[in-house]
């Protein structure tokens, strides 16, 4: 389409082509399946159920359960979870489920160990409350350290930039004003058929952050298509492969299933920024992010995408050919998506304690300094923690009373010889959940905290976290 609106213009396009096939394949954490096991003799009312030691939730009717892709086994946390257990049911592998009851008159059985495969379940039914986003973010991250997202890896420094979704072969980017995509939009999902069964959960349209609610039968997919994975120290997800058909109607959709990669501008975020709303660093196309390195603070760095573009096409073309051969029918939607609701936060009725609230004085000295000078700081002001900066007060490292007990007894003469160059810190507006996890991570107990220049504002030590416990502050969340 994308060629022929080039070489003949949208007026021929719309007249030559019925049906663009669009195609996306990538990780979508907001994906699950309900499933039914049939009643056992005697029976059992479901309380709690894990399947191959993934926890299921369990609200409905006795036997009924909705596996989440994101839930972890937790003797396997980070390897293996829900959206695993989804490709090993469709691959026709058994999977162990151990279910525990109350007891009830009708339902006495309290507990039950079994092993099933797909073909022993009633139903099992892929519904995945938000896909197939409009558009996405792509991210970088400007901390001194690695951090682990669900945008995958990130290197310190805006090291690199990684990037999801399909551009120009995204569903909803060539429909952008859901003229054919809406409630029982027949698609293809997993390798079978689906449905869209509404709006996804936050759609978010004003901003071009449409979202899709789709189910289909798991018994009809294929692992190709719906595949579990993790994100190293993140978490787990399932990759879906989702279809879908776009009929053009008319020259404005001829248009706009003719968008290209150059036309697809996106928000590059800073996710070293442990906050909601991360500052935009710059806008990129895909077809910049596509090339595999992006331009950032006039430096070249490797962009890598989450996604499968190779698999996202292969989808366009199999949708293609069961639309050829008559194996899939087109149809029109029954109601249209909202276009005119909002994406809001969560409201939040408790302030979050910020790093620049609780820090404290830091005490500082210049990197020339005699080490018996920095030991008298440490025992005149009572402090753990001396922070080494330069004449204009950026940080350049740390000592503790550690570190200079330890160069005393093992003759040290500097403090180039002892000190921590690379500091972990903190900004002035991180909350201080964010702070407790950066004191867990790292095994240490402050962080000193600067501005965006670098500059020494003040410390944050686990001391006075633990005295915010004790007021009551929840910092689990």
């Given amino acids: 389409m994308k060629e022929l609106i080039k070489t003949k213009g949208v007026k021929v396009a719309a007249k030559e082509v019925d049906v663009v096939t669009t195609g996306t394949f990538g990780a979508m954490c907001s994906s699950g399946a309900f499933l039914n ?3 056992s003799d005697p029976p059992i009312k479901i309380e709690r ?18 596996i989440g892709a994101t ?22 592998k058994e999977v162990e489920v151990e279910a525990r009851g109350y007891g009830t008159d009708c339902y006495p059985r309290k507990y039950i160990k079994t092993e099933v495969t797909i073909h022993d379940l009633n139903q099992a039914i892929l519904c995945n409350p938000r896909n197939c986003y409009q558009r996405y973010n792509a991210a970088t991250n400007g ?12 290197l310190p420094n805006y090291g690199n930039a990684s990037y999801a979704g399909a551009g120009c072969l995204n569903p909803l980017t060539n429909d952008p004003d859901y003229e054919t995509i809406g409630v029982g939009t027949r698609i293809f999902l997993g390798g079978g058929i689906g449905y869209v069964i509404g709006e996804g959960t936050q759609h978010d349209p004003k901003n071009g952050f449409g979202t899709l609610m789709v189910k289909g039968d798991l018994k009809q997919m294929s692992p190709k298509l719906l595949k579990g994975a993790s994100f190293t120290r993140y978490g787990t997800t399932l990759y879906v492969g989702v279809g879908i058909p776009i009929p053009i109607l008319n020259e404005g959709l001829a248009r706009k299933t003719g968008i290209t990669d150059d036309e697809i501008e996106i928000n590059l975020l800073d996710y070293g920024i442990p906050k909601m709303e991360r500052p935009v660093l710059k806008k990129v196309k895909y077809s910049e992010l596509k090339s595999g390195k992006i331009e950032l603070n006039e430096k070249e760095i490797p962009a890598a995408p989450l996604s499968s ?9 199999i949708l293609k050919k069961w639309i050829e051969k008559g194996e899939f029918f087109l149809t029109a939607p029954v109601e249209r998506l909202p276009k005119d609701t909002v994406f809001k936060p969560m409201k939040m009725t408790r302030g979050v304690p910020l ?3 609780i820090m404290e004085e830091a005490v500082t000295c210049k990197v020339y300094e005699n080490i018996k000078d920095v030991a008298k700081k440490i025992v005149e002001k009572e402090v753990n923690h001396i922070i080494i900066v330069d004449e204009e007060n950026r940080i350049v490292g740390l000592v503790t009373s550690f570190d200079i007990t330890k160069a005393v007894a093992e003759g040290a003469k500097t403090l180039p010889e002892i000190m921590v160059k690379q500091v972990i810190t903190t900004l002035p507006d991180e909350s201080i959940y964010s702070c407790a996890r950066k ?21 944050v030590t686990s001391e006075r976290i633990s005295a915010l416990i004790g007021k009551g502050e929840n910092i689990e969340g």
Avoid at 50 to 55: K, P, R, S
Avoid at 143 to 154: A, F, P, Q, S, W
Wanted: aromatic fraction near 10%; charge should be positive; hydrophobic fraction near 40%.
């Fill in 37 to 39: 096991f049939g009643h």
């Fill in 49 to 66: 159920l894990t399947i191959n030691g993934v926890e299921a939730y369990h609200g409905g009717a006795a036997v009924d359960c909705y």
């Fill in 71 to 92: 839930k972890m086994d937790p003797n396997r946390p980070f390897e293996y979870g829900g959206g695993h257990v989804i490709e090993d049911l469709v691959s026709g």
């Fill in 143 to 154: 901390r001194n350290e690695v951090i682990y997202t669900y945008m995958g890896k990130l």
């Fill in 309 to 317: 573009l190779k698999k996202a096409r292969e989808i366009t073309y």
């Fill in 355 to 357: 790093a620049r609230f």
């Fill in 439 to 459: 004191l867990e991570k790292h095994k240490i107990s402050a962080l000193p905290v600067i501005d965006a220049n670098g500059k020494v504002l003040g410390m």
